[in-house]
């Protein structure tokens, strides 16, 4: 998995190591104003109950910094320990996204080998062989 910096709306540095859960990681690339990213955070909320130890680290271009704070406030982000949210700090997006559709989900074993991606609306039936 390439380097991850991540920058969250209240300060804080999300690195590789805060990553290591034991288990599979999804990271989301999204746009906070694009309805497909919008509908697919939904959709990963109403199934929250699936992620025992899958974590989702959602990761947004520095250039949305002024409409993440209200997409994490209307998805009320804050209150599942599975999602961890913010600004790519080490261009993790530049290296990562294949420029298709978002958003864009790359899953990583647990080693941080990279498994499968998918890009555009993905159903909860493809994400499931995933989720731990």
């Known amino acids: 998995m390439p380097p991850v910096l991540v920058t969250t709306t209240n300060g804080k540095t999300i690195t590789n190591n805060d990553l290591h859960t034991g288990a599979n990681l999804f990271i989301m690339t999204f746009n906070p104003t694009c309805s497909h990213c919008v509908d697919e955070t939904v959709m990963l909320v109403k199934n929250i ?3 025992n ?3 989702i680290l959602m990761v947004t271009s520095e250039l949305n910094r002024s409409t993440l704070p209200d997409f994490e406030r209307t998805q009320h982000l804050d209150q599942y320990k599975t ?3 913010g600004l790519d700090s080490s261009h993790y997006v530049d290296n990562t ?3 298709q559709s978002l958003p ?3 899953i990583y074993d647990k080693k941080h080998k990279l498994i499968k991606f998918f890009n555009g609306d993905v159903p909860i039936d493809s994400l499931k062989p995933y989720i731990q």
């Open 49 to 51: 109950a699936l992620f």
């Open 53 to 55: 130890k899958t974590k």
């Open 83 to 85: 999602f961890m949210s």
């Open 97 to 99: 996204f294949v420029y």
């Open 104 to 106: 864009q989900i790359n």
